[in-house]
């Protein structure tokens, strides 16, 4: 069988890429400075290439001292606090060299550069345990380590772990892609056997052959299990930054796992998976952790403290690559939009698919009311509602859904009772252990396996309880607004819904009032990302957007279109446009790493981010971003059929199209209670009802009643969230390190 080509630069081209380039992306941090001791000083100038200065981990970091051309004759001294350091540089050019720094003590040291001449540079490094944290504060407990459920790429457990930080020693493995079984094989290097016959090869731009044998190295950062992957041949000398494998091409890609219900207080026992056959074939390293798989960790901010780490481990073993590209599916999709946009730099360039914005608003949103919708329809005001009329005010595709998204917002409910509906069901926890540790009337002080209390040191708590306080409100909202209006529902059925749909307490349990927002929850939910705000990193990252069509899904889906239009929106409200944001909607077919799918989706990113790597224009990135977008990548869909004819057409969310024909969005409750398409606000400002709302004719007493339901008001979408909050900027900590501490 022919095999993909590898192409890849030689070694020299990628360092000098790497190395002309590497300033072009570091966004401005105000309020913490930059990776540079003095970015202001050509000089003679340090550089924290595996991380940020202040965010070091495990006691190395990988540094770049430049000096001028005229300063090069000079004798240089290093020193790390006393110690002179100076013979552990490494020569890459006439005015450049690297060391990697190893054994720094916890807390701060400093970086001391010295020329002969009297030229000083210092930088500051602030180095925290491997077991972290370093910016999602407080790390939880219970946590249970898994290590010893972790299966490694050859088939055999990783190991028990040695301590309560969940530490496995590092491995190295070896596998091989079968030619004849097109399988990955354990390599097994022995000095009794020998090697297996059927290694496939790769090729690179040279015609050159290489084994498809893949090095993975396996170990624990942040108490997460990581996998790295990279073509590596054995019989060559083991990577470093400066001794680069020969079969890969200078380039990562990140990726991870989607899902949230059960991703509580555990390690995990699998990663988003490092042995993706096409895109190692291609050249690329590949690297992600069992806390980037959403179905083990539904929190976004210790998946990003997580990006940081393992990709900080990447390049103090492998070398800083060209780029980083995040990809990822549901729960994926999360991680690489928020860690894009709130710690920018991470990811040059993300491809995402079944996406949504975040898991903190409109996800979050449209289960709640559907779960409300649910319980109205059958347990409120039963025989009320046609199938259909209920459909029409849940605004989803199919009626399916509404119960099937109320049985996601079990991500909500901290109380698991096997005897309830499967609708009304709490969150799953996936650790046996955790079942006798759970919340309940008796111990209040047990686990909630909510979304909510996994992320309680953003969140914060309510006084005198561990419970975590919550950006989840309901207050004003016009259930089947949209259906009343174009005489789908009556008014009576519009009044009656919106009397009696009520709410939810903490422990998720329906009460009559609507249910209202922390609002210092939500204030925090906004000011640190964890609502997608798409105007911060995201702005000036290249998004490739796929998706299968779920809305019309026997049963229902929560991986419904809107949410990506939700996702383009907020990039349009925060940048005036959505430039860097391509989206393309497959059939019902799914979509492959073979071509024309994905394999081409990593092609054309690859273009996209090498031309902006090759930009050296005093232009903003965004600008960069948009200018070399390559012209063969735009917003597409494909015909629902094996011939997989591409139609290149704008999504809209509205509107008469050929791809809107074949794949129709579809709304959520909250829109047809008439949110804006962003679906980011929390808490709506209120006002009280008129007249004017309405397309149909409500009597006096009808309109008296109305006015009594509502006698707080009903939402303004118009003017915001009602905590008047917005995005606080990027590289926001929550601890332990201080630098850009939000709160």
Same mark, same amino acid.
């Given at each position: ?10 070694? @020299? ?51 770049? #001292? ?145 084994? @498809? ?58 990663? &988003? ?40 481990? @990447? ?29 920018? &730099? ?11 914005? +975040? ?9 709640? +009311? ?14 009320? @509602? ?13 009626? +399916? ?42 111990? *209040? ?33 016009? %259930? ?83 949410? *990506? %239009? ?39 990113? +690859? ?42 057409? #704008?999504?809209? %969310? ?11 969005? %579809? ?29 149909? *004719? ?46």
């Amino acid at each position: 069988m022919s095999r993909p080509r590898l192409f890849k630069l030689p070694l @020299f081209a990628i360092i000098v890429l790497v190395l002309l380039t590497a300033c072009s992306t570091e966004e401005t941090v105000i309020t913490a400075g930059t990776n540079f001791a003095d970015a202001s000083d050509a000089q003679l100038s340090l550089r924290a290439i595996s991380t940020k200065p202040w965010l070091v981990t495990g006691g190395d970091v990988l540094i770049e #001292l430049r000096i001028t051309e005229n300063l090069s004759a000079q004798t240089l001294s290093l020193k790390l606090n006393d110690l002179d350091v100076s013979t552990q540089l490494v020569r890459v050019s006439s005015q450049l060299q690297q060391i990697l720094l190893s054994d720094l003590p916890l807390g701060d040291s400093v970086l001391r550069a010295e020329l002969s001449g009297g030229l000083t540079q210092q930088l500051r490094l602030t180095n925290y345990p491997i077991s972290g944290p370093i910016i999602s504060g407080e790390h939880e407990t219970p946590f249970f380590c898994q290590a010893s459920d972790f299966i490694t790429v050859t088939g055999a457990p990783l190991g028990p772990s040695t301590n309560s930080s969940c530490y496995v020693p590092t491995q190295v493995d070896y596998v091989y892609w079968s030619a004849d079984e097109e399988i990955f094989k354990p390599y097994v290097l022995a000095f009794d056997r020998l090697p297996p016959t059927d290694v496939a090869q790769v090729f690179d731009e040279s015609g050159d052959s290489i084994p @498809f044998i893949v090095r993975v190295e396996t170990g624990v950062v942040n108490r997460a299990i990581y996998e790295i992957a990279i073509l590596h041949d054995p019989a060559e000398p083991a990577p470093t930054p400066w001794v680069t494998s020969a079969g890969w091409n200078g380039k990562l890609v990140y990726t991870h796992g989607g899902g949230c219900r059960s991703g509580w207080h555990q390690q995990g026992t699998s990663t &988003g998976g490092v042995l993706r056959e096409g895109l190692l074939a291609r050249g690329y390293a590949l690297v992600s952790s069992s806390l980037n798989v959403f179905g083990q960790n539904c929190n976004d901010l210790l998946a990003s403290e997580t990006h940081i780490m393992v990709k900080e481990r @990447f390049i103090e073993h492998y070398g800083e690559p060209v780029y980083t590209i995040a990809t990822g599916v549901s729960g994926g999709s999360y991680q690489s939009h928020q860690t894009a946009d709130n710690y920018p &730099g991470v990811f040059d360039g993300i491809i995402v698919g079944l996406s949504f914005p +975040d898991v903190t608003s409109a996800t979050i949103f449209t289960l709640a +009311d559907a779960r409300l919708l649910h319980h109205y329809f059958n347990d409120v005001a039963p025989d009320t @509602f046609s199938e259909e009329e209920q459909r029409l005010v849940s605004g989803f595709g199919v009626w +399916d859904s509404i119960a099937n998204l109320a049985r996601g917002a079990a991500r909500l409910d901290p109380i698991f009772e096997p005897s309830a509906e499967l609708e009304q069901q709490g969150g799953e926890v996936s650790v046996t252990a955790l079942e006798a540790l759970r919340y309940d009337s008796i111990n *209040q002080n047990g686990v909630r396996a909510t979304v909510y209390d996994h992320t309680a040191n953003v969140y914060g708590m309510v006084p005198g309880t561990r419970i975590a306080l919550r950006p989840l409100d309901n207050v004003g909202v016009q %259930y089947g607004l949209a259906a009343l209006n174009d005489g789908s529902i009556t008014v009576r059925q519009f009044l009656d819904l919106n009397r009696d749909i009520g709410g939810f307490d903490r422990d998720l349990n329906h009460v009559p009032e609507r249910h209202q927002a922390d609002i210092e929850a939500a204030r925090s939910a906004i000011e640190s990302g964890r609502i997608l705000d798409g105007g911060a990193g995201l702005a000036a990252t290249p998004v490739i957007d796929y998706r299968s069509y779920m809305d019309a899904r026997e049963g229902g889906d929560i991986h419904m279109i809107v949410h *990506q %239009y939700s996702t383009r929106q907020r990039l349009m409200e925060a940048n005036g446009h959505a430039d860097n944001h391509v989206m393309q909607v497959g059939g019902r077919w799914g979509y492959t790493e073979a071509e024309p799918d994905l394999g081409n989706l990593f092609s054309e990113m +690859d273009r996209w981010l090498m031309g902006i790597k090759g930009d050296f224009s005093d232009s903003e990135l965004a600008a960069k971003v948009k200018n070399h977008k390559p012209s063969t990548l735009d917003d597409a869909c494909w015909q629902n059929d094996d011939d997989r004819i591409k139609i290149d057409e #704008l999504q809209t %969310y509205s509107g008469v199209s050929d791809c809107n024909n074949l794949y129709p969005a %579809y709304s959520t409750p909250r829109q047809v209670a008439g949110s804006p398409l962003a679906n980011d606000i929390v808490a709506c400002e209120l006002r009280p009802p008129g007249r004017f709302d309405y397309a149909v *004719q409500f009597s006096e007493q009808e309109f008296a009643e109305l006015r009594e339901i509502f006698s707080a008001g009903v939402c303004d979408w118009s003017q915001g969230d009602r905590s008047g909050a917005s995005h606080q900027g990027v590289w926001k900590s929550f601890g332990p390190s201080p630098i850009n501490q939000l709160y």
